[in-house]
Each structure stands twice: as structure tokens, then as C-alpha cells.
């Protein structure tokens, strides 16, 4: 027997959550095609994510500091992509607001 055929009989959660992976990593480089949109998402996700772990070590505002500044890279990244920020779409689709999670003006990969 094939060991890719040995994991799949032997792990089928792990197929589904290989798929959702996929799913996601697609959907995400949908949602984040222009390369100033992409490269503030590679900026500033990793200061999001510091500015939380410094919360912990360090004073307040160093760690808020860095998550708010990384949140706004991304947001200014969303702004010339011409989209919604992702975690702001549930509520607004919660209040009955438009949402527009990939932009108009760029086409959904095949």
C-alpha cells in the first residue's frame, strides 16, 4: 500500500483540515493581490502579533502600540486594495452593511 494512501485511510480529519488550509491560503491571497497590500500584511501582522506578546513583558503602551500600528498597515494595505478589512466583514454583515471582500477591479483566481 501507498503511504499517501495509507494517510488518507489513516487520517481523514487531517484531509479536511489540509483542504480548509488550502481554502483559506486561497481565499487570503484573493482578499490580498495588490503587492502594497500584500507586503503591509507582511509588515504588519508581525508587529500585531509582538505587540501581544510585549504585553506581557513589557509596559502597555509598547504592546498597544505595536497592535495598533500593525493593524493600521494592514488597514491602509485594504485601502488601496479597495476591500473590506476580514475582521470587519461579520459585522458588518451582522448590521446589514455592504461588504466588498475582494475588490471590484480584481479578477478571483481559477
Do not use: C
Not at 495509507?6 to 491571497?29: D, E, H, Q, T, Y
Not at 490580498?32 to 505587540?51: E, V
Not at 509598547?62 to 494595505?77: D, E, P, S
Amino acid at each position: 500500500m501507498r503511504h499517501s494512501k495509507l494517510v488518507r485511510m489513516s487520517f481523514p480529519i487531517a484531509r479536511k483540515v489540509l483542504a480548509l488550509a488550502g481554502r483559506a491560503r486561497r481565499n487570503w491571497l484573493d482578499r490580498h493581490r495588490t503587492p502594497a497590500n500584500f507586503w503591509a500584511h507582511m509588515l504588519g501582522i508581525p508587529l500585531a502579533l509582538a505587540g501581544v506578546a510585549l504585553l506581557f513583558v513589557l509596559e502597555w503602551y509598547w504592546g498597544t502600540g505595536l497592535i495598533v500600528l500593525g493593524y493600521f498597515l494592514q488597514w491602509i494595505g485594504h485601502r488601496i486594495e479597495g476591500n473590506d478589512v476580514g475582521e470587519l466583514i461579520p459585522f458588518k454583515k451582522l448590521l446589514g452593511l455592504p461588504v466588498v471582500a475582494i475588490a471590484p477591479q480584481q479578477e478571483p483566481r481559477a
